[in-house]
Each structure stands twice: as structure tokens, then as C-alpha cells.
């Protein structure tokens, strides 16, 4: 914000940069504006949010998985694709059936 309210003369404002990039260069580290900076916090929470939800969806199938080898033997690889690819309602749901199906084709229906 800073950036963009503060205008120097034009001689001040290339000292100024002349001044970061120098700094640039001898910290090794790459002068950063307040909007680049809202925008990588910004990537990085999204970034982090995705993470979770990846993780919390592998964590689920992961755990329909062992259910299902519990209730109706070991999961053939087919199965497993299907199981960790599908999305996290449909897993959910399949947590859910799995209470009560006497089959995997009951299961999946």
C-alpha cells in the first residue's frame, strides 16, 4: 500500500531502488511488495487448506479400506484404485453402508 501512496521525486525513488537492489543482492533475498506478499500468504493458505483435505480423504479410505478388509477380506487392487480414488462424499457414504451391507456389491451400490 505503501508502494503505491508514497511518491517520491523522481531522483529520490531511483536512489530508493537503487538502494533495494542493492540490498537485494548482497542479502540475497528479493524485495517483496505488500500486495506480492498478501498474495503468497494467500497461496500458501490455499496451499495448506488443499493439503488437509488431501490428507483427510486418504486418511478415510484408508480407513474404509481396513473396514472392508474386516468385514469381507482383503480389498483386490481393483477395488483399492476405486476406493482411493473416489471423492470424499462417496467415501463418506461408503463409511456409512458399510454398517450395514452384507456385500461389497451392496456396499457400492
Known sequence: MIDWLLRLPQE???RL???VM?????????YVTSIERIGL???????REEG????????EATVLL??????????DAAMRK???SADA?????????ILTAASLDELFA
Open 12 to 14: 529520490l525513488e531511483e
Open 17 to 19: 531502488w537503487g538502494a
Open 22 to 30: 542493492e540490498l537485494e543482492q548482497e542479502k540475497n533475498m528479493p
Open 41 to 47: 500468504r494467500r497461496g500458501l493458505d490455499q496451499g
Open 52 to 59: 488437509r483435505k488431501e490428507g483427510r480423504k486418504e486418511g
Open 66 to 75: 481396513r473396514l472392508i478388509e474386516l468385514k469381507f477380506g482383503p480389498p
Open 82 to 84: 476405486r476406493v482411493e
Open 89 to 97: 462424499e462417496t467415501l463418506l457414504r461408503w463409511s456409512e453402508r
